[in-house]
DNA sequence: CAGCATCCCTTGAGATACTG
DNA sequence: CAGTATCTCAAGGGATGCTG
């Protein structure tokens, strides 16, 4: 059966576009980033390395889970090192890699931008709801 | 009642930190930059005005319902201008603001360090996801 | 043409409790 | 100290069908 419907070559589209962007670096970089906590963890370990026990008190409204999710993802995109010093109690420190070092800048360069912008943004939200609001 | 639980007290200081985390501006910025179509939709547009039906073919993977929902709140959020010319059939074109120009510079920058760095990532991705099988 | 409405499933993420 | 394990809920995202 070499006859296909229009259903299934569209389906084919769809999921051949899905693997295309799946497979942009940018797009993957931005949903990595794009996580509740990874912006934030890269924020602090670009202070220099920290531990765990650390991050998780200046991140206060953290869960354990949450922290060790994201570190985890991190260490495994090579972002971020872990080491472990074997002692009682264990240690185990974060530290950027150079990878990730070479990532601060552009991250910077964002933080940038949102500082200078996000007001005009808010501004932007409450006019568009507001307008909404009134044609409801 | 004046007195507290340690729970409440850690309740407390994990809300009041939410609140700072969603009121920082990188963090807001990078969520919103990070969903799904955000980054391709403001691509897309980055190269002059286009028509919605334009849009959902060039992002052949997208449903109606995720391009909307993507256009609507880069229209919200002001970086993007809806403009529905009233014909038949009706035509509904979509442009970038001049807030929304002045994003993509960062978002190059962006890009340029996952083309130049995202083969890196993968090979740490790799290496770590073989090292998780050996030892499990 | 440019959507909206509905259903449904997966994922993200928080709470809570326990452990080497 | 630095996690792991389990549960739960809401949100994100996709499929499908209908409409001004």
Redo the contacts between chains.
Sequence with gaps: MTTRTAAERQAD??????VR?AA?????????????WT??VLKELAGGPRRYGDLART???VTPKMLTQTLRRL?????VARTVTPAVPVRVEYALTA?GQ??MP??R???D???R??D??E???RS??AAQRRSS
Tied chains: 1, 2.
């Design positions: 589209a769809r999921s051949a576009h899905l962007v942009c670096p940018a797009n993957r970089l931005l949903e990595r980033v794009g996580e509740k912006a934030l991140l206060a409204g260490e495994r995109d090579g972002l990878l070479s990532l552009v991250l360069a964002t933080a931008w949102a500082e912008n996000m005009q943004v501004a932007a939200r568009y709801d």
